[in-house]
Every structure is written in structure tokens, then in C-alpha cells.
């Protein structure tokens, strides 16, 4: 095949090469295009191969007017408009692909390249990942490639030869485009992506029925990262709070319902106990307001640029959905009090049940209500009895434990007696409230895991979790987590229940598992690290590098003048290194050169590529005629000729130098003439 790709012509050549970095470009948009776009622009790309590798004519216009009338008609119809990023995003890839139809001159090709480098950003609108960049970097060094190779008209070069220009067309820029991003001021939208979250993705909610959370945890993609500053607590103390479900309808869990209490705890209701915890959160863009943290931050998170408060249940939302990556600090303490100690009209919010809802667990907990061993030992001798239940009652903790029906506790108490943590908390939770103890539920992440390459804690969707917490009197609200009686060591040792793996996961599992471990602890924290130095380079950051260099209180201002200082200079280097380049070049050549425009200066014409001698021959023929015409030019002549003699002749090379020396001076103290007739 590649015998058969050097033996194009080279237009055919030329055009499949561009045609197969274009579809490089397109690809990464395909599963977020519509459809009909991802066909059409494909169908289109293949057809001009197809007519480029045959050497056939290029459709006529009408067919191509035809194609884009279809193409903007099926934009509008799929997104109701053809402004907006998603539907400017459809269109710019449907005409990049219908303008390589009729590719018949160069100021064509250009459209084309710039449409191609238009349409590869885009790629960053949906994600910015350190593989997006790395799969647009090859993108870049592609139709850069084209475009040098477009510019070579001559012949038939070689692509690695237009390619290694490229490569170095790009290496010289990188520089420049490094001060840009170090130091270019990040003002919104210019450096904002418009719209939906790059890469948002599902996660946890406001809501919880039985099973969703099931869902996500077969969801191996990273929530947070997170970087503690000293000893991290214990894997059984890392309860990542989000949102608190406390409203139950029979068949979901919801938020407690608007208007209910929305002061937040005061002092006195929340203690912390115990030393901070101190650490950094990475949290991934989901589109969801929360703030993750860990049970319980007294003090507001340091997120820049979000107005973060907390709720009355100890969540912490920021003031609008979260769809960039964020980083923000936090102090925590795994040990609080929280609550009122004694029991207020508030606490009927979390006593509520919907009539005839699990009628058996109601049924259960009016029996262990009666039973003497119960009866007046409070709150923790009821709790102790349920987990006691969840220990030795034949439960077992599953990802796939059927689709439940209408009374979810009654079937999982009595019937399936198996699920995952929803079904354990939601179920623990109703039966809390038929014995009339306040309870609700919270989820978050529990635990996670470490990567020792870059000692960050990296929490997946795998790791969302549903926990329950009770009112204890003279306690306030305690952490209670059915789960752990079923399966302790989803817990202690967060052992997760793995997923159905694909061949490909299973293939690499088998030849090494411990080398693939290894394998994809490195990737991530390669992303780690492209996380916290690209995208995480703040307007902060910016500043912050200012305060570094000395500036007190830097600005915009000061900001843009150090970027204009360091454009000067690296402009003033670059002249610099041009100058220094022509005083690489060979002397002989610049003396020669220099001699060569004095004499075109008085008149002589000289042919570029003249040799000393034939200049020589210019000024003055060998003929006996003119012997003494011009002694001024005879002289001249005598100094090319020995420049001549110098480059080509026998010389012993400890005496070229001052040989040499001696022809520049006699360069300037030569009787050059101000006109030649």
C-alpha cells in the first residue's frame, strides 16, 4: 500500500495526506456530532480520496451547492440554530469536509488548512484532557505539515521533508507560546469554554432511587483528586460529603424540600473535635453545585472564583454548577458533634414516611420497639440491634441485586436481603423512622485510592457512596454506615466490588496485572500533573508569579507590561540571533558578496553566482588591448583572483587565516570605482 501511495501523482499524494489529517482532526468529535454529520463528513471525505486517488474531476458546484444547502438545513433542524458552540461546532466540520470538494487552487488549499486548525480547536470545547492535547499536538504537526509541503511547488519532495520543517517550525514557536500562556491574562470567556462542562459527566445528584448509585459504580472515571498536606486519616474516615437526601416519597430520596431550614449551624451546633485535616481538592468538572469535602469543614473552602456557603445539613454548594476543573484548599476534622442536642420541631422533617410505604419494616420496627431488651435503652441500643441484624441476617453487599418493586425496605429486609449501599442505607433509614428516630441519608465518596507515583489520592465515581446519619440525643447527628455491617471491608480496606472488565482490561490483566497497575497509576498522574500546571493555571496563578518576582501588589497592568518586556526581548534575541547567523556565514562568501555589489553599484552587472574569476574577466578581458586601460580595475581584478587562488588553491592552513585577514584588508583599501562605463 505504501508502494502503491509513492507512486501517486503527487496532487493525489499531497491530497490524501491532507485528507487523512483532517479526518484526524474530526475524529475525536465524532461520539458529540450528530449522526447525520459524523456520515456526511466522512461519506465526503472518503469521495474526494476516492476522486483524488482515480485523478477523476471534482463534482460540480451545483452538487456542491446541493450538499450544503442539505448540510446547513440538517444543523439548523438538529440544534434549532446555527450560532452556538454545538451547532457552530456541526457546521464548521460539515463545510471543512464539503470545502476539500472542490480543492482546485492554492488560496483553496489555505481555506481549507485554517479551517482545519479552526475546527482542531474546537476538539478542546468537549475536552481538555492531557490526551485530547496530545491527539491535537499530532493534529497541529499534521496540517502544519500540509501547508509547509503545500509551499514547496518545485518537484515532488518527500513528506518527512516537509515534516521535519514543520516539526522545526513548531519548535521555534513553542517558546513564544510558552511566555503566552505563562503570562497572556486570562480574561473570561476569552479563555472560558462557553456552555456545558467539558467533559461533564454524570455523577452524583439530588436525588437517589434504589439503584443509581449502583450505577455509578461501575463508573471508573476520576471525581476528585485529592492531596493531603501531612498524615491523611484513616480509609475508614474518608467520607467525602455531597448532597443529603431527606425527603423519601416511597420510591425516592430528594433534598429536604424548599423552605424547610436554611440557616446554617451555628457554633454551638457544630463542634470540631480532634486535629485538622489539611488537604487539596481537584475536583473534576460535573455540572453539579456541590463542594466536596471531608465530614466536617467548619471554615468556607478557599474555590476562587465561587461564592461558596454552607447548608443547614452540612453541605457545601458553590454558587453556580461547577463546570470547569476547580482546586480549592480545606480544613476538615473527621471528629465533630453536629446538631442540636435536644430534640426541636425540626427533627419531624426526618421523621417522614409515606403512608402504607414497607409495611412489614414498620411492622419490624413496632416489634423491636416492644421487645424488653430495647425498650427505654435509646437510640444507640437501636441502632447497635439494626447493624446487628445487617451483620448476622444472611445480608450480602452486591452490585446486582434485581430490580426492586414498590416497598424497597420491605424487600430488602425480608425478601432479597442483598444490595448495594443505597439499598442498605435507604432501607436502614426507614426503618430508623418507624422508630421514630430521626434519620436521613448522605452521599458522597468513601475512600479512595493512592497513587504512589505522585502521592495524590484519587477519588473515581466508583468510590460514591450512600451512608446514614440518626439524631442521638444530647449528640446531635452521628455518622451511622449500614454498609460496613455487611461488608466491612468495603469500608475498612475499601475493597470495591469490580465490574465487568472489557477484553482489552482483561487481556493486559493477565499478562501483568501488577505492570498494569503500574501502567495506568503513571498515566494518571501524568494527568495529575497536566491538571495542576496547564489547566489549573489560574488568573491567580498569574499573579502569584508576579508577587514571586517581586511585584507587591501586581496587576493586569503590571501583568501586561512584564508580557510586553519579554516579547521586546525575545524580539530583540531574534535579531540578535539573525545577525550572529550572518556572521557564521562563510567570509570568503560575504567578502566576495561585498565585492560583488560594489561593482554592481558602479555599474557592472554581475550575475549572482559568479566565481571571482569570471568577475575578474568582467572588469578586465585578458587582451593585449586594454592592458594599462584601467590600472584601478586591473587591480581589482588581481584581488579576485587571488581571492580565487585562496578557496581552491594548495594552501598550507596555519597561513589561511592570515592569508585571509589580508584579503579583507585589501578589500576596504581597494580602489573601487564610482562608475564602470
Not at 501517486?8 to 499524494?13: M, S, Y
Not at 579576485?640 to 576596504?668: I, K, S, V
Request: hydrophobic letters at 45%.
Amino acid at each position: 500500500m505504501l508502494q502503491a501511495l509513492k507512486n501517486l501523482p503527487r496532487e493525489a499524494r499531497d491530497t490524501l495526506f491532507l485528507l487523512a489529517v483532517i479526518a484526524w482532526v474530526i475524529a475525536p468529535q465524532v461520539s458529540n456530532l450528530p449522526l447525520w454529520c459524523s456520515t456526511m463528513a466522512g461519506a465526503l471525505l472518503l469521495w474526494r480520496g476516492y476522486l483524488a486517488a482515480r485523478s477523476l474531476a471534482l463534482p460540480s458546484r451545483w452538487w456542491l451547492f446541493g450538499l450544503l444547502v442539505v448540510a446547513t438545513a440538517a444543523t439548523y433542524y438538529t440544534h434549532r440554530t446555527l450560532a452556538g458552540h454545538e451547532a457552530g461546532v456541526t457546521y464548521i466540520v460539515v463545510l471543512l469536509s464539503l470545502k476539500t470538494l472542490e480543492m482546485r487552487t492554492q488560496r483553496d488549499a489555505f481555506v481549507i488548512f485554517f479551517l482545519g486548525f479552526f475546527t482542531l480547536l474546537s476538539n478542546f470545547f468537549v475536552s481538555q484532557s492531557l490526551l485530547t492535547a496530545m491527539a491535537m499536538l499530532v493534529g497541529l504537526l499534521g496540517l502544519l505539515t500540509a501547508l509547509v509541503n503545500s509551499h514547496m511547488p518545485v518537484g515532488r519532495p518527500p513528506l518527512l521533508q516537509a515534516a521535519k520543517t514543520a516539526g522545526w517550525m513548531a519548535l521555534l514557536g513553542a517558546p513564544i507560546m510558552a511566555i503566552l500562556f505563562v503570562l497572556f491574562p486570562r480574561l473570561a470567556p476569552l479563555w472560558g469554554v462557553p456552555g456545558e462542562a467539558p467533559g461533564a459527566r454524570s455523577g452524583l445528584s439530588a436525588s437517589m432511587q434504589v439503584g443509581t448509585i449502583a450505577s455509578l459504580a461501575l463508573d471508573e472515571s476520576i471525581a476528585m483528586r485529592v492531596r493531603f498536606r501531612g498524615t491523611p486519616p484513616g480509609q475508614g474516615s474518608m467520607y467525602f460529603r455531597g448532597p443529603v437526601l431527606s425527603t423519601f416519597d416511597g420510591r425516592e430520596w430528594r433534598t429536604l424540600r424548599p423552605g424547610a431550614r436554611t440557616a446554617p449551624p451555628t457554633g454551638a451546633e457544630l463542634q470540631v473535635l480532634g486535629n485538622p485535616v489539611d488537604y487539596e481538592v481537584t475536583l473534576e468538572p460535573n455540572n453539579r453545585p456541590w463542594v466536596m469535602v471531608l465530614d466536617a469543614t467548619e471554615n468556607r473552602p478557599d474555590l476562587k472564583g465561587y461564592r461558596v456557603t454552607m447548608a443547614p445539613d452540612l453541605q457545601w454548594f458553590s454558587d453556580r454548577p461547577i463546570t470547569e476543573l476547580v482546586r480549592y484548599s480545606v480544613r476538615s476534622h473527621t471528629a465533630f458533634r453536629y446538631g442540636p442536642s435536644e430534640r426541636v420541631p425540626a427533627l419531624q422533617d426526618y421523621l417522614g414516611l409515606p403512608l402504607n410505604s414497607n409495611p412489614r419494616t414498620q411492622q419490624l420496627a413496632g416489634e423491636m420497639r416492644r421487645d424488653p431488651r430495647y425498650a427505654g435503652a435509646g437510640t444507640p441500643a437501636m441502632v447497635a440491634a439494626v447493624m446487628e441484624r445487617l451483620r448476622t441476617g444472611g445480608y450480602t453487599y452486591t452490585l446486582e441485586p434485581g430490580v426492586f418493586g414498590t416497598h424497597t425496605a420491605d424487600e430488602f429486609w425480608f425478601d432479597r436481603k442483598q444490595g448495594f449501599c443505597e439499598h442498605i442505607a435507604s432501607s436502614f433509614v426507614v426503618l430508623m423512622r418507624a422508630m421514630n428516630i430521626p434519620a436521613r441519608i448522605v452521599t458522597g465518596y468513601q475512600g479512595g485510592s493512592l497513587n504512589t507515583v505522585d502521592g495524590f489520592w484519587t477519588v473515581r465515581q466508583s468510590d460514591a457512596h450512600a451512608w446514614a446519619e440518626v439524631w442521638v440525643a444530647g449528640q446531635g447527628w452521628i455518622r451511622v454506615d449500614p454498609t460496613s455491617a455487611v461488608a466491612p471491608s468495603r469500608i475498612a480496606s475499601l475493597t470495591r466490588l469490580v465490574a465487568p472488565s472489557n477484553v482489552l482490561s482483561q487481556a493486559l490483566s493477565r499478562v501483568n496485572p501488577a505492570f498494569t497497575a503500574q501502567l495506568r497509576a503513571m498515566w494518571e498522574a501524568a494527568n495529575n500533573s497536566w491538571n495542576q500546571w496547564v489547566l489549573n493555571y489560574s488568573q491567580n496563578k498569574q499573579l502569584e508569579l508576579l508577587r514571586n518576582i517581586g511585584f507587591e501588589s501586581p496587576s493586569w497592568e503590571d501583568l501586561t507590561y512584564v508580557l510586553i518586556a519579554l516579547v521586546v526581548s525575545a524580539s530583540a534575541i531574534g535579531a540578535a540571533w539573525t545577525l550572529w547567523e550572518r556572521h557564521r556565514q562563510d567570509p570568503w562568501l560575504r567578502l566576495l558578496h561585498g565585492a560583488a555589489l560594489r561593482l554592481r553599484k558602479a555599474g557592472l552587472q554581475v550575475p549572482d553566482t559568479a566565481p571571482p574569476r569570471h568577475i575578474a574577466a568582467l572588469l578586465h578581458p585578458p587582451t593585449a588591448a586594454n592592458q594599462h586601460a584601467n590600472p584601478d580595475l586591473a587591480t581589482i581584478a588581481q584581488w579576485l583572483l587571488r581571492m580565487e587562488a585562496w578557496r581552491y588553491g594548495p594552501h598550507a592552513r596555519p597561513a589561511r587565516a592570515q592569508q585571509l585577514a589580508t584579503l579583507q584588508r585589501e578589500f576596504r583599501s581597494l580602489p573601487w570605482p564610482q562608475r564602470i562605463p
